[in-house]
């Protein structure tokens, strides 16, 4: 695929998607801007790829600019980037800017680059697209089908990519993009336990780590609701249920809900 790549921004997702990327275009087709120039040279020479002077060198010429900064210096961006994307369009030369930004919805980026025609995607990537397992989300406006298909080839690398309605993105941010974290959580006070019980630490982390992901294989590809395979762990009076009223009486379902829910109404607010 003849495309050419600018990612403003070169921290773990942006990186992890341009790895991707690379697979499909080519590392010498990506380039890199970011503030922090030593970053963007350390991304660059692991995939071949080249560093951009400026954002604005960034956006000439790229057929796809990732925005992969923090949604909190969005703004800042955007006003830079305003002037050269209105420019590429009087010069009928096309661009699809690609935010991962969370909370920042298609119309808010649209009102700060001043342009109502401007194709602009959102995606809700997450870390195990570092490993090529991760969960893109992606929503679109005024994109042509091509367009999103070549998209979705470049990003295919980094895991299962998932076309959805905007609407739901924020959700998806507080499930999929911040899960990891949740998830990880669990897992290391799953290993403290079994440290506690005996086993040594580096056995609990892997054997915790194995047990999860399994967990979550099973799920998937037997289609089986998790409640029914935790009944299938379940036996009367056994150490499973033990653990689980143990669980309860701490409101663990309750505090993941919350800890979702948390996360979901910060989202709205970074917008």
């Not at 653990?243 to 009486?249: M, Q």
Request: glycine content about 10%; proline content about 3%.
């Amino acid at each position: 695929m003849q495309k050419t790549i600018a990612c403003i921004g070169s921290g773990n997702m942006g990186v992890a998607l341009m790895r991707a990327a690379a697979k499909v275009v080519g590392g010498a087709n990506i380039g890199f801007s970011d503030v922090e120039r030593d970053k963007a040279e350390i991304a660059a020479k692991q995939l071949g790829a080249k560093v951009y002077a400026s954002n604005s060198e960034a956006v000439a010429g790229a057929d796809f600019v990732f925005l992969a900064v923090k949604p909190q210096v969005m703004a800042n961006v955007l006003a830079e980037l305003a002037p050269l994307v209105e420019q590429r369009l009087i010069a009928r030369l096309p661009v699809t800017l690609v935010s991962m930004a969370a909370g920042w919805s298609i119309r808010k980026l649209r009102a700060a680059l001043f342009d109502a025609d401007l194709a602009i995607v959102r995606i809700m990537p997450n870390t195990p697209a570092l490993i090529g397992q991760g969960v893109i989300a992606l929503a679109a406006e005024n994109v042509a089908e091509e367009t999103l298909s070549e998209l979705e080839t470049i990003l295919a690398g980094a895991g299962m990519v998932d076309r959805l309605s905007e609407g739901y993105l924020d959700a998806v941010t507080a499930l999929s993009g911040s899960g990891p974290a949740f998830v990880c959580m669990f897992i290391e006070a799953l290993a403290d336990g079994a440290v506690w019980a005996g086993l040594p630490r580096d056995m609990a982390l892997c054997y915790a780590g194995k047990m999860v992901a399994g967990s979550a294989a099973m799920m998937l590809e037997t289609g089986k609701h998790p409640g029914e395979l935790k009944d299938m762990v379940s036996s009367p009076a056994g150490a499973t249920i033990a653990g689980i009223a143990a669980l309860e009486s701490g409101a663990f379902r309750g505090i993941v809900m919350n800890a979702v829910e948390a996360t979901f109404r910060r989202a709205k607010e970074l917008g």
